[in-house]
């Protein structure tokens, strides 16, 4: 299995940035997603973005633009960088690993960013 641990949340103001980090130990695969989702009081998880281990991209439209993330795979790390966040951009970040053989799904026990005034 995996573990993962995250980092980086916090309180920002609107327009403000964070950056959010994840460190993954354990059994990795050398093929893999790992990405952020993010869960807001009431709502259910949702998807933010993704990046495989050929590095291809993916992004919520409701981020693109405004997030970047990105991974080093010697590292085993993950970063969310984010930017002009806004208040609905409130919620617990999840840290998100997902192999394909076998198939099997990590997370992290997830890091809290509020954005307010």
């Known amino acids: 299995q995996v573990q993962l641990v995250e980092s980086g949340g916090g309180l920002v103001q609107p327009g403000g940035s964070l950056r959010l980090s994840c460190a993954a130990s354990?059994?990795?695969?050398?093929?893999?997603?790992m990405g952020w989702y993010r869960q807001a009081p009431g709502k259910q998880r949702e998807f933010v973005a993704s990046?495989?281990?050929?590095?291809?991209?993916k992004y919520a439209d409701s981020v693109k633009g405004r997030f970047t993330i990105s991974r080093d795979n010697a590292k085993n790390t993950l970063s969310l960088q984010m930017n002009s966040l806004k208040l609905e951009d409130t919620a617990v970040y999840y840290c998100?690993?997902?192999?394909?053989?076998?198939?099997?799904?990590?997370w992290g026990q997830g890091t809290q960013v509020t954005v307010s005034s």
């Open positions: 998100n690993y997902m192999n394909r053989d076998p198939p099997f799904a990590s």
């Open positions: 354990g059994r990795l695969f050398s093929i893999n997603d």
């Open positions: 990046v495989n281990s050929d590095g291809w991209l």
